[in-house]
Structures are given as C-alpha cells and as structure tokens.
C-alpha cells in the first residue's frame, strides 16, 4: 500500500510565467516516475523551462519550486506540454538573485526572469553554444608586394598582424567589422574559422604590463583583494587612475580562475572602453552591447553561464548574466541613471550588484568621480568601503574652471566674445575643444515674434523642438514629428522665429566662425547609424585640431587626449529643474564634462558660460571638491527626507481621462489613509499631476510614498498593489509602482 502510495506521488511545477499576474502557477509533470526523490527532481527541474499552455496561449516559463503538493485540487491542475531543459538553464543563484529583485521592485517574477534572459532563449530555443567565426593571419613575408595595388588591405593586414588569432570582440574593440576582412580571406591571407568557444587558460595571463600603482592605488587594491563580501566606493577624481584599480582586481580574481562582471552606462561601452580590459589579459572578454544580434547576446550569455567567458562587460541588463565561478563585480561610473530601468521592471542595476555581490559572498566595487548621494552616505554610515583616489595619474594635471559672466554681454547664437577669443587660441595651437551643450536639436522652441504663439506638441504638455536636419518639428517626449512650420497660424506673420540652442544650432555658428576646423557634433541624431559612434570617436582620437559639440553623450568615461579647453555654455538651464535630484546631477554632469579637458600631457581648462556666476551652487563646484558640493546639498535633503535620508515610491497613474487617472490614486490614498494615516513614520503626497502632465494624449498622475525604513515602505507598496490589483477602475488607467526611483517625471 505504502510503495504504490509512493509511486504516484504526483510531482508539482510552480511556474513563473512572462504575465503581470504576480503569482506563479502550479503543473503537473506527468513522467515523474524518473526522478528517484523530490530532491534530486528539484536539483535538475529549478530553473529549467517549461512549456505550458495559459489561457488558450502557450507560454514558456521557468520552473521555480517543485513539490508533492499544491494549493489547488490536484485532479485539476494540468500536465505541462513539454520541459524544455533537462537542467536548470537559470543557475539557482541567479533565479535567487531575481526573487529577491522581483520582490524588492514589485514586480512579477515571470518578468523579472524575462528579463534576465535572452531573447532567444525566452522563445524557447536550445541553450546549447553553436560554433562562432575566429579568425587566424596566414603569415606572409612579403606582404608589401603581395597587396602592393590594395593599400587599404595592406594596412588592414598590418593592423591584423599583431596578434595569430581574432575573436569577434577583438575584432569590436579594434573598431574593425568581419565585412572588412572579405578580400584578405579572398586571399587567402586570413583564415576564417568556426570553433566552439573553450576556455582561454593555457597562455600567460597578462598580455600588457600593469602600471607601476601610485600609493593610493594601492591601497585601493590591496584592500579589494583581501575580501569576502564587501561594497567599495572607489571614489576618484576623473583621472585618477580608477581604471587602472580595476585592471588589478581583475587580475587578481582572474589568477584564482574567477570571473569578472563588469556593469558600464548605456553610453559607455565604446570599442575603445572594452578594449581597455581586452588588451591587458589573455583572456575571454565577452561585451554585451547593443550591436549585438539575438544570436550573439544568446552566445554571450551561455559562454558566461558555461563558465567560458572570464570577463563580462556590459550595461544594466547585464547584471543578470549568469556565471559559474563570479569572483568580482565592478559597476563603473556607479551615479549614471542609466542603471536603472525606466520602465516595465524598473530595478537598478547597481543596487542589484550590491545584492548579488552579497549573496555570493564576493566584492564588489563601485567606481565614480561623483558618486550619488545614496552610495556616498552608505560609504559615510560605514556601509561602503571609501577607498579615495584624489590625484591625477600619470602626469596630467587637473584642470582648472572659471566662471565667465555673461549678463549683458553680446551673444551670437549662445557664444560670448572671449569664449569664442578661448576657442580660437587652443585651436590656433592645434589643440582640441569640447563645447557641451545638453540640448540636441537647433532650438527647443519656435515662437511667433508677432504675436507670441509657440508651436506645441499637440499630444503633451510641451513645446516642440525645431530640427535642421532634416528639416522639421519634434517633440522629444512622445515623438511626435510634422514639417516646419513658417507662417504663425495664429496671426499668419511670417515672423517666426526659433528661440534658444541646440546642438545643431551651435554646430552651424561655429562653422561660421571657425570654417577651416572640423566641427564634429555628438549627439543621439548624429550617432543613429550603427557605427557612426565609434566612427567619430575614431576621428576624435587622431588628434587633429577641431571642436567637438555634443550632449552628455560626450560627457562621460571618454578619454580624449588632446581636448584642451572644456565649455559649457548653458549651465543655467540644468539648474532650474523640478526634480529633487536636479543639483546633484547637475554637480555630476559638470565635473564629468570638466573631466575631460587635458588627461593627457596638455594642461586642461574649463569655461562655465552663465548668467548667474554667483550661484552658490556653481561657486561651490568650481573649487572641483565634490565632497564639499554634496555636503552643500545635504541639509536639503535631510530636512525634507528625501533619499538618501527617506525611502521613496511613486504610484504612476495615467490614462486619457485625468479623472480616471486622478480618481484611481485618490481611491488609494484613501484606502492607504485608513491603514496608516496616524503612523508618523509614512508621508504620502499626492496624488499630484505629473510634471509633465500631459503626455502622448494621456494624463499622468503620481501617489509618493516616502518612509522611515525599507521594511515599511515595502508594507506600503504591497498594500497598494493588493488594492489596485482588486480596483474596478484601475482596469481603465495604466499604473505602475517605482521603487527607489530616479525620475520623478
Ligand atoms: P579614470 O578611470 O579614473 O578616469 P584612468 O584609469 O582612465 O582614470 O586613468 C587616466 C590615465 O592615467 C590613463 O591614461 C591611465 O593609463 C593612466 N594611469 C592610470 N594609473 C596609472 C599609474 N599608476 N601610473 C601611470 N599612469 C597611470
Ligand atoms: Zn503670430
Ligand atoms: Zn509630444
């Protein structure tokens, strides 16, 4: 009786499937009979995926819990269609990893695993690694003669020479694509090879000397590479050398046959970045970036998972990559936003590094010249390591800043007389110049000067920004685009005119002024083309004179040699901004951007144009002590509890309707009220219409939620979603909730 009982023990999948329902479901695996203990079924079934069908769809999910019982009437709970995985394709402690994040974020667990998959993968294809190109450089001796009619080949020869063997990512990082090697292979003279990837661990493993560490360095690495768990804030001016910290910890983790997540900003992951950590270890690098196919980033994610890649390097998503033996993770420039994700699964990846770092027990370092201001006071409470680099490596200088006032001084498309007398000597002495100017576009607005009519965007709360070229309007929040506009329709004058700079309005004044310069503009309408970054940034680093005019897109991790004069010419604008983070980052753009003026052997200067130069906030900033900036900052913060001091989330609503919008926080707020109105340690505000309140024809609205501790907030946040989950009218508005977030828009 006993044995027969035992047999039929039914096995029971818990699924988490890709829906917004924040649950996961219960299957039936029919051959259970295979596996000889719930245990063994567990190590094998965790993580593998399944296919089931859901509500008429078939849907792939991810096993996350098995057992011998359900809450469910077992007799209706159906068999799964197929199981996909004869083993975790999800390590346990990255589906770990995603529990903690689904529930720390209020998010769905099928989606927070969606997420950390790749496309491929999550429709279900095979996780096996097919064979990839390399390619191998047939000598030939007499290579002059050989391609003595294909000069182009001949260099593209030279270059390739240098090493006997070409991954893809070598090939990336030296900015050349498979396509130019066509004709070499047509030679003969390049061999291309399809190979499984294996690990790379027979040759030494530095290929590049190591820098002769500066004492502060050292004690930087001595300490990273003594540890278990431990969050270091590598906080070193832009120059310092942090780069260089993290090559040594690297090396150190490589040595013991770990491997290395490295975390960079979206804008960051050059072919010149990624070459950094390539060119020093004979080692597997695998980038994450956005030229990747489907096929490639599968490639990428199964080579870290098998243990095949050493070095990981790419941007937020990456912090999902699974890996066999991780030993060190290092998000650089930790302050960018562009870790955490605005929409759908809004997590941050930086937040989410200290977590995996924890659970596995390994350090992690976070690396800035302008750490946040959360990072920075967990450094200050001794929950971070402070590990500071204060002087310049190498032999370059820091720069120095000056304010120059612009009150009532002539301006010529946004440039004053002696900012354009600075730009012309540094490119008198062959030097380059860096204008940023954090606008794209040719002029945010265009106004009637008759009658005052601006062109607005007819679906957002918003005016529209005037566009060159191509010749048009735009509106850059919900992409609404139209022809030029020259008559008022208003007052039908034909005096219409375009009010304020944008990049393409400063590119064309310079051109004017400086007509035998290059005037190379960078922003997201001049990169659009795939490779027309690394094309300019190829141009940049030659080194000829010329004037670089570009948003933040120039602002971060580059590392231009011959940029001598840095200006910034609209720092009034950013200082006028709603959000409560606008000083910070404010502070953080213009010491990056000032961080690019002469890292090299050229001393470095920087011009803030600005018509308010006694502004605390700027004369603070120009003694270039962002330490002393933030403590500015400080009290601000403290007095209206706001993070790093209180623990934020926003309840976005929106919806056609603003009544509907408004009315389904107000119903919240009430039932919120109820629960926690008299407990001084909550603070709701709200619901109040968004900044920008109309957007894309909807109307936006947000609930804040600021508490004394996580514990409580994440209370608040469980409360509302229960609410809203069961709400009638939630079913007509969008909504979703945002934990620690980082645009209040
Ligand atoms: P950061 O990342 O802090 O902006 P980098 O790592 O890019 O700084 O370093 C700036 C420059 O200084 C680089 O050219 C780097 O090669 C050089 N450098 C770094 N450390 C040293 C060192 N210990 N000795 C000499 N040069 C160094
Ligand atoms: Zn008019
Ligand atoms: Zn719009």
Not at 245 to 254: G, R, W
Not at 446 to 457: F, M
Request: charged share 20%; with cysteine; aromatic share 6%.
């Amino acid at each position: 009786m006993e044995t027969q009982h035992k047999q039929v023990d039914p096995i029971i999948l818990s699924v988490a499937l890709p829906t917004p329902l924040r649950k996961t479901f219960d299957y039936l695996l029919p051959e259970a009979t295979i596996y000889a203990s719930l245990a063994e079924a567990r190590e094998l079934l965790t993580g593998a995926r399944v296919q089931v069908s859901f509500a008429r769809q078939t849907l792939i999910g991810f096993i996350v819990n098995v057992s011998h019982t359900s809450h469910f009437d077992i007799k209706k709970i159906k068999n799964i269609s197929q199981l996909i995985d004869q083993q975790p394709l999800i390590p346990a402690d990255l589906l770990k990893l995603c529990q903690r994040a689904a529930n720390y974020y209020c998010h769905p667990l099928g989606e927070a695993l969606s997420t950390a998959t790749p496309a491929l993968l999550r429709q279900g294809e095979p996780s096996i690694l097919q064979p990839i190109n390399s390619w191998k450089i047939v000598a030939d001796t007499d290579i002059k003669s050989t391609l003595k009619r294909a000069p182009k080949q001949l260099d593209l020869y030279l270059r390739l020479q240098e090493r006997q063997h070409w991954s893809p990512e070598l090939l990336y990082s030296e900015s050349i694509t498979p396509t130019q090697l066509r004709s070499l292979i047509g030679k003969k003279l390049v061999i291309q090879q399809q190979k499984l990837p294996k690990p790379q661990r027979s040759n030494p493993l530095l290929a590049q000397q190591h820098h002769q560490l500066t004492d502060e360095q050292s004690v930087a690495v001595e300490s990273i590479n003594h540890s278990d768990y431990c969050a270091y804030l590598l906080y070193g001016i832009t120059g310092s050398g942090k780069t260089e910290v993290y090559l040594q910890a690297i090396e150190e983790t490589l040595s013991k046959h770990q491997q290395v997540l490295i975390l960079v900003p979206e804008i960051g992951l050059t072919p010149q970045t990624i070459q950094r950590f390539q060119a020093r270890f004979n080692r597997t690098v695998v980038a994450v970036h956005s030229n990747l196919n489907d096929k490639e980033r599968c490639e990428a994610w199964l080579m870290a998972a098998q243990g095949i890649a050493d070095i990981v390097i790419g941007t937020r998503s990456a912090i999902f990559t699974p890996a066999r033996n991780l030993g060190l993770i290092i998000v650089d420039e930790e302050h960018d936003q562009s870790f955490k994700q605005q929409d759908g699964f809004r997590y941050n990846a930086r937040d989410l590094a200290v977590m995996r770092a924890q659970q596995l027990n390994i350090p992690l370092i976070l690396g800035s010249a302008t750490p946040s201001m959360e990072s920075f006071n967990n450094a200050q409470q001794q929950r971070y390591k402070l590990l500071p680099l204060t002087q310049r490596a190498g032999s370059a200088l820091t720069p120095s800043m000056e304010v120059l006032d612009v009150c009532r001084q002539p301006l010529q498309d946004g440039l004053s007389p002696p900012l354009i007398t600075a730009i012309q000597r540094e490119i008198e002495q062959g030097n380059q110049v860096l204008v940023f100017l954090n606008r794209r576009g040719f002029a945010p607005s265009l106004l009637c000067h008759d009658c005052g009519w601006i062109a607005q965007c007819p679906r957002c709360d918003s005016r529209l920004t005037v566009h060159q070229s191509p010749q048009h309007l735009h509106c850059h929040h919900c992409d609404y685009q139209r022809s030029h506009i020259h008559q008022c329709p208003k007052c039908n004058s034909r005096e219409v005119k375009c009010l304020g700079q944008g990049t393409e309005r400063c590119e064309q004044a310079l051109t004017t002024l400086f007509p035998k310069t290059d005037i190379i503009r960078v922003d997201r309408d001049s990169t659009r083309r795939k490779n027309s970054m690394k094309n300019i940034l190829d141009n940049i680093n030659k080194g000829d004179p010329c004037i670089l005019v570009g948003t933040q897109m120039l602002a971060k991790g580059h590392h231009f040699a011959d940029v001598t004069l840095v200006v910034i010419l609209d720092a009034d604008s950013s200082l006028f901004t709603a959000d409560f983070r606008a000083p910070e980052r404010f502070g953080q753009l213009l010491l990056q951007v000032s961080g690019r003026a002469g890292r090299a052997q050229k001393p470095g200067r920087v011009i803030i144009q600005s018509h308010l130069s006694n502004h605390p906030y700027l004369q603070n900033l120009l003694q270039g002590n962002y330490s002393n900036f933030l403590a500015m900052l400080e009290p601000e913060r403290k007095l209206t509890q706001l993070p790093p001091y209180g623990n934020l989330a926003l309840i976005r609503s929106e919806s056609k309707r603003p009544e509907n919008a408004a009315g389904l926080l107000n119903q919240l707020r009430e039932h919120l009220n109820q629960s926690c109105a008299h407990n001084p340690q909550v603070n709701l505000l709200g619901p109040l219409p968004a900044p920008l309140e109309k957007r894309n024809d909807r109307y936006r609205f947000q609930l804040q939620i600021n508490t004394d501790n996580r514990q409580l907030r994440h209370h608040i946040a469980a409360l509302s979603i229960q609410f809203l989950d069961g709400s009638v009218l939630a079913r007509r508005v969008r909504w979703s909730i945002d934990i620690d977030p980082q645009d209040m828009n």
